[in-house]
């Protein structure tokens, strides 16, 4: 359910505001757990579905804040690189307070049309990489040993990648 506002059109072909995503019985968007899992799980499989996928940023769009419990769980997902961020597109869907941004930006309100063209243009141009391992610390310190030897950081970043991925 993506209910924000609520209107009602009455008699007199008027348009009537009636209550905001607080006053709906429903949870609209982000809000729903589920709507959450969902997503998380989506850019989990897109995540693990292959090395191509390694440089492909997931934004999750919504239209709603996100409730206080999900701030720790949005900006883990996002410094952890499964996401690049949960963004709602709508900048007041209340008159009262609401998560508007979580303290590493894994959630955020967009509240003007420039903002959404910059932050896109960051991911488009970035040359992030993801990458994901749970290896005993001897191998990653092996793996973190040969990488150094290259020349230049992006040599070492991508000796480093290789050799994760070939485990």
Do not use: C
Not at 88 to 105: I, R
Not at 122 to 132: G, P, Q
Not at 147 to 158: G, P
Request: proline residues 4%; hydrophobic residues 35%.
């Amino acid at each position: 359910m993506s209910v924000v506002s609520n209107y009602r059109f009455d008699k007199q072909d008027k348009i009537e505001f009636i209550g905001d995503y607080k006053q709906h019985k429903g949870n609209p968007s982000l809000l729903r757990s589920d709507s959450m899992l969902k997503a998380t799980g989506k850019s989990i499989n897109i995540r693990v579905s292959g090395h191509a996928s390694a440089n492909i940023p997931i934004i999750i769009l919504g239209n709603s804040p996100i409730t206080e419990n999900y701030v720790k769980k949005v900006d883990f997902l996002k410094t952890s690189g499964v996401i690049q961020g949960f963004w709602s597109l709508n900048p007041k869907p209340t008159e009262n307070n609401f998560v508007k941004v979580t303290p590493k930006k894994g959630f955020q309100t967009i509240e003007a049309m420039d903002t959404i063209f910059q932050l896109s243009k960051k991911l488009v141009e970035s040359d992030m990489n993801y990458f994901s391992s749970m290896i005993p610390k001897t191998n990653l310190g092996e793996i973190i040993s040969i990488a150094s030897n290259e020349t230049t950081n992006i040599a070492k970043a991508e000796k480093f990648l290789n050799l994760i991925r070939d485990l």
